[in-house]
Nanobody, 123 residues
C-alpha cells in the first residue's frame, strides 16, 4: 500500500498562492492516477484535481484556471499549485489515488489517508 505525506499548506490572503506537495512511498506510485482532495469543515471530502500516470489532468469546475496539478514519478511526488485563492478554498487538502476518464474524474482512494495539510484563505 502506498502512503502519502502532504505539505505546503498555510494561511494566505484572498488572491494569494500556495504550492502543495505530496510525497508518496512505494515503487508502484507511477502506475496510478493521482488526485488532490479537500475537506472543508462540515462538508464531504471532494476531489479537486486529478492526473494520470501519463500526465493528463482534470479539475473540479470551481478550481479550473486557478489550480494546476503535476507529478514527478521519479521522485514519487505530486504537486498542486494553487493561485488566485478564495475563502471557499479553505479546507484540509489530501492526496490519494484517483480515477480519470477522458474528460472526467472520480474519487478512487486506494490507500489510507494521510494527515493532510491545512489551507486557510482569509484576510
Amino acid at each position: 500500500q502506498v502512503q502519502f505525506v502532504e505539505s505546503g499548506g498555510g494561511l494566505v490572503q484572498p488572491g494569494g498562492s500556495l504550492r502543495l506537495s505530496c510525497a508518496a512511498s512505494g515503487s508502484i506510485f507511477s502506475i496510478y492516477a493521482m488526485g488532490w482532495y479537500r475537506q472543508a469543515p462540515g462538508k464531504q471530502r471532494e476531489l479537486v484535481a486529478g492526473i494520470t500516470d501519463g500526465g493528463r489532468t482534470n479539475y473540479l469546475d470551481s478550481v479550473k484556471g486557478r489550480f494546476t496539478i503535476s507529478r514527478e514519478n521519479a521522485k514519487n511526488t505530486v504537486v498542486l499549485q494553487m493561485n488566485s485563492l478564495k475563502p471557499e478554498d479553505t479546507a484540509v487538502y489530501y492526496c490519494n489515488t484517483a480515477r480519470l476518464g477522458y474528460k472526467s474524474m472520480w474519487p478512487d482512494a486506494r490507500s489510507s489517508w494521510g494527515q493532510g495539510t491545512q489551507v486557510t484563505v482569509s484576510s
